[in-house]
């Protein structure tokens, strides 16, 4: 069992940036691939960005390339979304996710998620 908790949420003005963080319980998060996805008022969920377990290897929606990084800090439990150059359409609630081996662009995939951050961009 796998407990997700996101952090860092907030409002921000265009261009700004933005940090999530989002802290996993357990002793075997390394086991786990991590994804972000968010989800704005009326739309689907969309993948954000996803890391292996071992950080080695990384993804990201094309909305968000070049913008935004995925990180983590394995003796942390913690994985990061650093958000840059933020516009309104970022705007959106922010969830992470764990699932074991691989990351994955699909939300179904994944067996446990956080509350969720939301995030604001004014413009």
């Known amino acids: 069992q796998v407990q997700l908790v996101e952090s860092g949420g907030g409002l921000v003005q265009a261009g700004g940036s933005l940090r999530l963080s989002c802290a996993a319980s357990g002793r075997t998060f390394g086991n786990y691939a991590m994804g972000w996805f968010r989800q704005a008022p009326g739309k689907e969920r969309e993948f954000v960005a996803g890391?292996?377990?071992?950080?080695?290897?990384?993804a990201y929606g094309d909305p968000v390339k070049g913008r935004f990084t995925i990180s983590r800090d394995n003796a942390k439990n913690t994985v990061y979304l650093q958000m840059n150059s933020l516009k309104p359409e970022d705007t959106a609630v922010y969830y992470c996710?764990?699932?074991?081996?691989?990351?994955?662009?699909?939300?179904?995939?994944?067996?446990?998620w956080g509350q969720g951050t939301r995030v604001t961009v004014s413009s």
């Open positions: 890391i292996m377990g071992s950080g080695s290897s990384s």
């Open positions: 996710a764990a699932r074991q081996r691989y990351y994955s662009r699909y939300s179904h995939t994944y067996d446990y």
